[in-house]
């Protein structure tokens, strides 16, 4: 088993049960901080943001790394197909042309973005739907296990003793959702489902500490706390702050969260017109939400970022840094705690922001710009530099911006012609990729 990470940071030592790469996992690692071990760009005056971008007409969801030189991409058909599989493709770093690739995976019939991790062991786990599948480095299928919910699953933990733990997207108020232990060699189920007190659309984040392993997951309402250790899940009962008091018309639930310097970090009104269309059939995903849907709120409040104490779950501290009515956002924040300051936004109304937290002031905006976010980032802690993505006049944009003031540091636009909430991800050297449905794209500064 691998050193425990003591420092609480993803991007330092090597997290338990994942692969020794910058990037082996979705947001870098379990704690979802979004920061890799490669460098950040280190912008200067001279710097120049470049692109190739390769349209290949699927829903590509997040890419992971490897071995050296080994970048691996993780999608679905294209959202409007009427087959529904998802894929694996090992792809040149530079060029992104195709190296090798899985069969179709089946998804049980649901459209929606799994996820993909690098084990310990070297293999790569994929889900995708209501399955699970074990791959070797050159996309050839090992083995794979249906999932017992007639439901999708949002993506996985590797915790330290290899095991995958994973739970089952859930919109409907009278649905729950349930954990699955899945054991790595051959995909067995490990025990019995775990039933999860209310429905949960966000993904699951873990954070390793002395006392354990511990599973954060965001409820309709509640923020709920699971102990890990010899394959089982147990309630923390002791913490479970409430953090959606208002009224659903006014208040949605959370999506990710992310867990850094003593604190759980997310934000709220996760809801909006499109999880209605693609969550009213089972299957999900049967039919195409509209275009535009995605970024409509369903929650009148302003956007508001949240921070719980991971030991005082009583310590709920909000901000709404922008004020805009109706916000909207179907990802998380990120938080460096180095410089102690939080990155919120609103996908809705076209907002990102810096916020500092200090442990007796609480949060405090400290700058505010009008972009069109909806990527999960990434954040280098080491250059102080975030990247988002910006969709405008028909393309979607990369920027890279400094935590600390705001500034725009270089700017591309990708020839990606749709923007959606998935995942950006970290190269090997001074590079971010870009997915999205349809496209791929490689940024990188000379």
Request: aromatic share 10%; with cysteine; charged share 25%.
């Amino acid at each position: 088993m691998s050193k425990v990470n003591d420092q609480g940071l993803d991007n330092t030592l090597t997290m338990p049960g994942y692969y020794d790469s910058p990037w082996p996992t979705e947001c870098g690692g379990p704690r979802r901080q979004k920061a890799p071990k490669s460098p950040g760009f280190g912008i200067t005056e001279k710097s120049v943001l470049r692109e190739h971008t390769r349209v290949n007409g699927e829903w590509n969801v997040m890419m992971v790394l490897r071995a050296p030189g080994e970048v691996f991409l993780m999608g679905n058909n294209h959202i409007s197909s009427k087959e529904k599989y998802g894929f694996l493709e090992r792809i040149d770093p530079i060029t992104l042309e195709t190296i090798a690739r899985s069969p179709n995976l089946p998804a049980g019939g649901h459209t929606w973005c799994g996820g993909v991790s690098v084990h310990e062991n070297g293999f790569i786990y994929l889900n995708n739907g209501n399955y699970c599948y074990k791959l070797d480095a050159d996309c050839n299928l090992l083995a794979e296990r249906k999932l017992p919910q007639d439901s999708a699953y949002n993506s996985f933990l590797i915790m330290a003793d290899g095991n995958l733990i994973m739970k089952n997207i859930e919109h409907k108020f009278d649905c729950v959702s349930k954990f699955v232990i899945l054991e790595p060699d051959n995909l067995e189920q490990v025990g019995e489902e775990v039933t999860i007190p209310e429905n949960s659309m966000g993904r699951i984040a873990m954070d390793t500490t002395e006392e354990g392993q511990f599973i954060y997951i965001p409820g309709r309402d509640t923020f709920f706390r699971y102990h890990y250790a010899q394959g089982k899940l147990t309630l923390d009962e002791s913490w479970q702050p409430v953090y959606r008091k208002g009224p659903y018309e006014e208040q949605t639930f959370s999506w990710d969260s992310c867990i850094a310097d003593g604190g759980c970090y997310f934000l709220d009104n996760g809801d909006n017109e499109a999880n209605n269309v693609i969550f009213g059939t089972r299957p999900f995903g049967q039919d195409l939400p509209h275009r535009g849907a995605a970024f409509q709120g369903v929650g009148s409040s302003p956007q508001k970022l949240f921070r719980i104490d991971l030991k005082d779950p009583s310590k709920i501290e909000k901000i709404a840094p922008f004020g805009t009515e109706r916000g909207s956002i179907f990802s998380p924040p990120a938080y460096d705690p180095i410089r102690k300051i939080g990155v919120a936004f609103d996908t809705g109304n076209g907002h990102l922001g810096g916020v500092r937290y200090d442990e007796d002031g609480g949060f405090e905006t400290i700058w505010t710009r009008d972009l069109r976010i909806s990527m999960q980032m990434v954040l280098f802690m080491d250059t102080g530099e975030i990247v988002v993505n910006d969709f405008k006049d028909g393309k979607d944009n990369l920027l890279v911006i400094d935590i600390e003031t705001g500034e725009e540091k270089a700017r591309v636009a990708t020839k990606s012609p749709t923007a959606n909430g998935m995942f950006l991800s970290t190269g090997w050297n001074k590079d971010v990729y870009y997915c999205s449905i349809s496209s791929i794209a490689r940024v990188y500064a000379d």
